[in-house]
């Protein structure tokens, strides 16, 4: 019985040991897959309001704001406005601000764009695939990808009117 032991316990020690090296690995190289500033955008594909699905694909060429969001984060709902105003602004030049609503039902996100009135697309993250991907922590992040699907910049926490303003200019005149 001894003997049967042996063979599970250096498996289960090979695997342990495996599984660690690959962890510390991950964290001293940066193994996180989280996009970093200069690297392509992770790809998602999440239902929209429109009832169609939609990828970061079909904004090939054009510049992207990508702003992940929740109804109930009072950060999120003060640059709702901006995130409006600027979409407004500079729509008709090749950029494109798309809100990633975070874990949320469609009736609440259809419910909360009426109520801000928003405009832009919107997409729903129900199984925050694209937060995990995305690396999103804390509520709002917001990427600004260039037209050749890289991320140019990273913005953690609410956004006002005179940043995005900025950071939307260096996406179109680079």
Request: charged letters at 20%; proline letters at 5%; one cysteine or more.
């Amino acid at each position: 019985m001894g003997k049967a032991r042996k063979p599970v316990q250096i498996i289960i020690l090979f695997v342990i040991i495996l599984l660690g090296g690959y962890a510390i690995g991950s964290s001293v190289f940066g193994g996180d897959g989280k996009p970093k500033e200069g690297s392509k955008a992770p790809s998602f594909e999440l239902l929209g309001l429109d009832g169609l699905t939609h990828t970061l694909d079909e904004y090939k060429g054009k510049s992207v704001v990508l702003n992940f969001w929740g109804s109930w984060c009072a950060p999120c709902v003060k640059e709702m406005p901006a995130l409006q105003a600027q979409w407004e602004k500079w729509k008709d030049q090749g950029v494109v601000v798309v809100g990633v609503n975070v874990g949320e039902d469609q009736m609440t996100v259809e419910n909360f764009v009426k109520l801000v009135d928003i405009n832009f697309p919107v997409v729903m993250d129900s199984g925050r695939d694209a937060v995990r991907s995305y690396g999103v922590s804390p509520l709002p992040t917001t990427f600004f990808i260039n037209a050749k699907g890289k991320v140019d910049s990273i913005h953690v926490g609410q956004l006002d009117l005179s940043t995005l303003d900025d950071q939307i200019g260096k996406l179109v005149e680079p």
